[in-house]
């Protein structure tokens, strides 16, 4: 595609809850980046995917966040047991390789009530 | 831990001017160096790519220098327009370890009032 997609823009929900949010990389890039930015901060690495596999998650800040990548282009971040401390935009990213520029989307406002 | 900072937190300019700003790490033994522009409410729009063997790049108006030893790079802009106004971040990778994750600074909120 033109540029890394996502969707959707927002969401709110109640805390508890479990949401999903999806992530569309640049067609033909490796690598797929999730990050998490609070309001006045730089977002945050949360994981990183190389192809299929989850190379590195150690920005993941508890066991409630998990995310895949199936078939090595759409990812998807899943929260369960949502907490009000969520709240933020999650932003993903995509580069070419795992050492080139990071192309990033819109992000996805989440709102945990 | 790397760490990343930016000085100002914020800047305001009047229309015409040249302004630098500043992003400092920690951690001197980066891959790279991106500068990206975020406008309120969006996703961040990359602007300049230095590879750490590289010194500066320059695109239109944005010129961007690295002196990795000292751990510092600062994004100039030249005869600032008010369209330019946004909040600019720096973000580095490290060499070591597998992602080439990004570690941003809290970023610049530029104004540029025309």
């Known amino acids: 595609g033109a540029g890394v997609s996502q969707t959707p823009s927002n969401k709110v929900t109640e805390k508890g809850k479990y949401v999903e949010l999806r992530c569309d990389p640049i067609?033909?890039?490796?690598?797929l980046y999730w990050y998490r930015q609070s309001l006045g901060q730089g977002p945050e690495f949360l994981i990183y995917?190389?192809?299929?596999?989850?190379?590195?998650d150690s920005g993941l800040p508890n066991d409630r966040f998990f995310a895949v990548r199936p078939e090595g282009s759409v990812s998807t971040l899943k929260i369960q047991r949502t907490e009000r401390g969520d709240s933020a935009v999650y932003l993903c990213?995509?580069?070419?390789?795992?050492?080139?520029?990071?192309?990033f989307g819109p992000g996805t406002r989440l709102t945990v009530l | 831990k790397q760490e990343v900072t930016q000085i100002p937190a914020a800047l305001s300019v009047p229309e015409g001017e040249n302004l630098v700003l500043n992003c400092s790490f920690t951690?001197?033994?980066?891959?790279?160096l991106q500068w990206f522009r975020q406008d309120p409410g969006k996703g961040l729009t990359s602007l300049l790519l230095?590879?750490?063997?590289?010194r500066e790049q320059t695109s239109g108006r944005l010129n961007a220098s690295l002196d990795k030893s000292s751990g510092r790079s600062t994004l100039y802009i030249a005869a600032s327009q008010p369209g330019d106004s946004a909040t600019y971040l720096c973000?580095?990778?490290?060499?070591?370890?597998?992602?080439?994750?990004?570690?941003f600074g809290s970023g610049t909120q530029l104004t540029v009032l025309p």
């Open positions: 995917f190389q192809g299929t596999g989850a190379a590195d």
């Open positions: 990213a995509s580069s070419r390789d795992r050492g080139s520029g990071q192309f």
């Open positions: 230095i590879q750490s063997s590289q």
């Open positions: 973000a580095v990778s490290l060499s070591s370890g597998s992602a080439r994750q990004l570690t």
């Open positions: 067609s033909g890039h490796t690598a």
């Open positions: 951690d001197s033994a980066i891959y790279n």
